[in-house]
């Protein structure tokens, strides 16, 4: 459990429900309930939301998609071609369509809700270096970030055999390799490398295609911001520069020197020092960036039983109806969510299933937990926005 100190300058926590926790899985406006399993979350520039869920794990139309412009009534989608699957992060593309990084490949779901795979995922025999998009196959898909041309990046990974995270770039018909190499023949794994502490800590110069990501596990994850492509690395996160060079992030050069958790929005220390631990715990879309407002933000999946909370230095404020708390108090564990700006980092929100940015706000995603029902039925998601400070 984390553990939050007390402040008497307290950062009020506001949230606002902005897809589902109502009563009414027919209902519109603030009267929507959205059943099912969470599956994914997105947001366009434009504030646009798209959220995924699996309604019915028996149907080969169990997947939906919600959309809600900031004005507008929701509009629910129900996904052809695709059911069963889990995003690791999703992005959205200038022309509504969606992408979903997951283990089985990049899934692109047009407007209206037909489901292809635009990179093939689940292979067996992965090649980092294949150059055209239809030979491409990795092993998984662990997240995907679309910059402000359009050029879709997405995060892969060798998770057996020459073990190795990747960052590639789709560009039409080609697919190219932007970040990460494969190791040596028996390389070490261990940050005593120092092509795998670059993955982490890079010195100035280093070459995005020279360093070796072994680490699997809560890496992969991609943004978008103004001044390049963020890189979840595992126990750290680099900035790919437009020139392919790496600049560390959040580099763990003095995790001691990072304090307690005071208030949300209030800064712990130097990102450079922060440390994110190790975790088994699969938590999805851990990263984004709100490139206006010059701030970076990370999901930290590796706290148990972290849940949304009424009390205490981290309470939920703004919260309408009885069906919202209801939700919230019965809330699945989540991720604890970051903030980097000007270097800082900073705590905002606890207990969340996944993030998203659009130009000028943060969405989390909240999920029931239907404890020993098992139906997708049984479960209920929403999302809502966090009230920035400004």
Not at 55 to 71: A, L, T
Not at 78 to 89: C, K, L
Not at 118 to 128: S, Y
Not at 357 to 373: F, I, P, Q
Request: with cysteine.
């Amino acid at each position: 459990m984390v553990h939050y100190a007390t402040s008497d300058d307290k950062t009020p926590l506001n949230v606002d429900f902005v897809l589902g926790g109502g009563t009414d899985v027919t209902g519109k406006g603030d009267q929507l309930a959205i059943q099912g399993n969470f599956r994914g979350l997105a947001a366009a520039p434009d504030g646009t939301i798209y959220l995924f869920t699996q309604e019915d794990d028996k149907s080969d139309n169990g997947m939906v998609m919600w959309r809600k412009k900031s004005s507008g009534a929701a509009e629910r989608i129900n996904i052809s071609g695709m059911n069963e699957v889990t995003a690791n992060q999703a992005a959205v593309a200038p022309d509504g369509s969606a992408y979903l990084a997951t283990a089985k490949g990049l899934w692109k779901v047009s407007p209206d809700g037909k489901a292809t795979i635009a990179v093939k995922g689940d292979c067996k025999t992965p090649d980092p270096l294949v150059t055209a998009v239809k030979k491409f196959c990795a092993q998984q898909i662990t997240g995907v970030a679309l910059d402000e041309d359009g050029s879709i990046y997405i995060g892969d990974q060798v998770v057996w055999g020459d073990v190795a995270s990747y960052v590639h770039r789709i560009d039409g018909d080609s697919i190219e390799l932007v970040a990460g190499r494969a190791p040596k023949r028996g390389e070490s794994y261990k940050r005593s490398n120092q092509a795998v502490k670059n993955g982490t800590n890079p010195a100035t110069g280093t070459k995005a295609k020279d360093v070796l990501v072994p680490e699997t596990i809560n890496s992969g994850w991609l943004a978008s911001g103004k001044d390049g492509i963020y890189w979840r690395t595992g126990p750290g996160i680099v900035r790919i520069n437009d020139d392919r060079t790496l600049s560390p992030f959040v580099a763990s050069k003095a995790p001691d020197k990072i304090g307690e958790v005071q208030s949300p929005f209030t800064s712990v220390g130097r990102a450079l020092d922060a440390k994110i631990p190790r975790s088994v715990q699969d938590h999805a879309g851990g990263l984004a960036a709100i490139p206006g407002r010059g701030e970076v933000y990370y999901a930290d999946p590796s706290e148990t039983g972290v849940t949304p909370t009424f009390e205490g230095d981290f309470s939920w404020h703004g919260v309408t109806s009885g069906s919202q708390k209801k939700l919230l108090e019965s809330s699945a564990s989540g991720s604890v969510v970051y903030r980097v700006a000007d270097g800082e980092l900073a705590p905002v929100i606890a207990g969340v299933q996944a993030l998203a940015t659009s130009d000028n706000s943060l969405y989390v995603a909240v999920e029931s937990d239907g404890g020993e029902r098992s139906g997708p039925e049984d479960w209920e998601t929403a999302v809502l926005r966090v009230r920035l400070p400004k």
